[in-house]
């Protein structure tokens, strides 16, 4: 679509070219048949004369600035005339004093902030997100990014990485701070209480469905005197003593219940303080990271969300594209409706700006040298043309009728002199 605009825009250039410039010829050879005609005639009288001057200086201002126009571009009727075609031989000067240019005055840290200031790209960029068309748009490019970055990576290669980055991550973290936060909170809260009960109910469930096994351990370690109905009422009474001490656990104001508070606390104390701890924290999670059964889990779960995040990417109104599209939107919103996070942002952007600037203005203006002077000759002439051609032709055409007009002047001076 745009090769097709700047195709047409190009051929509206051409064709106003050719139109000025035939207008400014035409002026010049009708001044110049005029000119002739006049001399030719040999006719008598002021105003025939008038007319010889007037004609003969506009031939004479046209010719002199189809000549410097001409030279401009090319040489005049291809004669070698010195400093002409002034564009095709002074390219590379062209070149190098437009990176220059836009060095020096495009590419100014200060000029370039003040213009992000006045932007005010921040707002603008939130207003745009905020819009949910313009967030589903960029949404689905995002999608579109990461599904073709997705599937050019080697999915075992991915695998190992992804398994590689998460082990390491998790070597790197200290797990006996984040331990004793999370055993503080549960204290707090009054949470490990609750766990302790769920502990004793398992214990006492077990030990109630499973009064056999005191039975058979009470019998191995009895005497062979003892009758088995006493090794069975031993066994029983066991069991009912170990229910009932713990219901009787279970209850708040118990003294094993402030042991236990004072043991969590003292563990707390420990995972934050002590050394020993963290070191067998950290084997415990070494230990852990090394066993076989986690390879294999890591593995199952990268294969689950694999599988998850290739069907998101197929579907065209997938939860993740609402998902992002959501996220953009809420972000646009942040930013437009908060002042403050907007001039934050805009030093930001001025910051990265002014930074990858200033480091970059000379490859940035030697880069527009260079681009200039690989042109071909005819190209830069042909585009500098069509750039300015149509207002050539008018110095041409005022050339022409400004030099009817002085002449007539001078030729009108000459005969009040006379």
């Known amino acids: 679509m745009s090769n097709t605009a700047e195709t047409a825009a190009t051929l509206d250039q051409r064709r106003s070219l050719r139109r000025h410039r035939t207008i400014a010829t035409t002026l010049l050879v009708a001044m110049g048949v005029v000119y002739f005609a006049a001399v030719k005639s040999g006719l008598p009288g002021l105003w025939m004369d008038l007319l010889r001057a007037g004609t003969e200086a506009a031939l004479v201002g046209g010719l002199a600035d189809w000549f410097a126009v001409t030279a401009l571009f090319r040489r005049p009727l291809g004669l070698p005339i010195p400093h002409t075609a002034v564009i095709p031989n002074s390219k590379d000067r062209i070149g190098a004093g437009l990176g220059s240019f836009i060095e020096r005055h495009f590419l100014e840290p200060e000029l370039v902030a003040a213009r992000l200031r006045a932007l005010g790209v921040s707002r603008r960029l939130g207003a745009w997100l905020a819009d949910r068309r313009n967030a589903d748009v960029v949404a689905d490019r995002l ?24 082990r390491r991550q998790l070597r790197e973290i200290e797990l006996a701070p984040a331990l004793a936060t999370l055993l503080a909170v549960l204290r707090r809260n009054g949470a490990h209480g609750q766990l302790l009960d769920h502990v004793l109910r398992a214990v006492r469930t077990y030990i109630s469905i499973h009064e056999d096994q005191i039975l058979a351990i009470v019998e191995q370690r009895s005497r062979w005197w003892v009758p088995r109905r006493i090794d069975r009422r031993m066994a029983k009474e066991i069991a009912d003593g170990l229910v009932a001490y713990l219901d009787d656990l279970g209850t708040r104001d118990h003294d094993a219940r402030a042991v236990f508070d004072a043991a969590i606390e003292q563990l707390v104390a420990d995972l934050r303080h002590d050394p020993a701890y963290r070191e067998r924290v950290n ?10 059964e986690v390879n294999a889990y890591f593995e199952t779960l990268w294969q689950g969300l694999r599988a998850a995040f290739e069907q998101q990417l197929a579907l065209p109104n997938s939860r993740l594209r609402q998902a992002l599209s959501g996220i953009l939107r809420s972000i646009g919103s942040a930013i437009a409706e908060d002042p403050a996070l907007q001039a934050r942002m805009d030093n930001r952007v001025e910051e990265g700006i002014q930074t990858l600037i200033v480091p970059w203005r000379k490859e940035i203006g030697r880069f527009v040298a260079d681009v200039v002077r690989s042109w071909e000759t005819s190209t830069i002439v042909d585009r500098v043309e069509l750039a300015v051609g149509k207002d050539l032709q008018y110095i041409r055409l005022n050339g022409t009728l400004v030099g009817a007009a002085v002449g007539c002047a001078i030729f009108a001076v000459t005969q009040a002199l006379r």
């Open 143 to 166: 999608v579109v990014i990461a599904s073709f970055l997705f599937r050019s990576f080697n999915d075992q290669k991915l695998q190992r990485l992804v398994q590689m980055t998460l």
């Open 283 to 292: 084997a415990m999670r070494d230990r852990f990271l090394a066993a076989p």
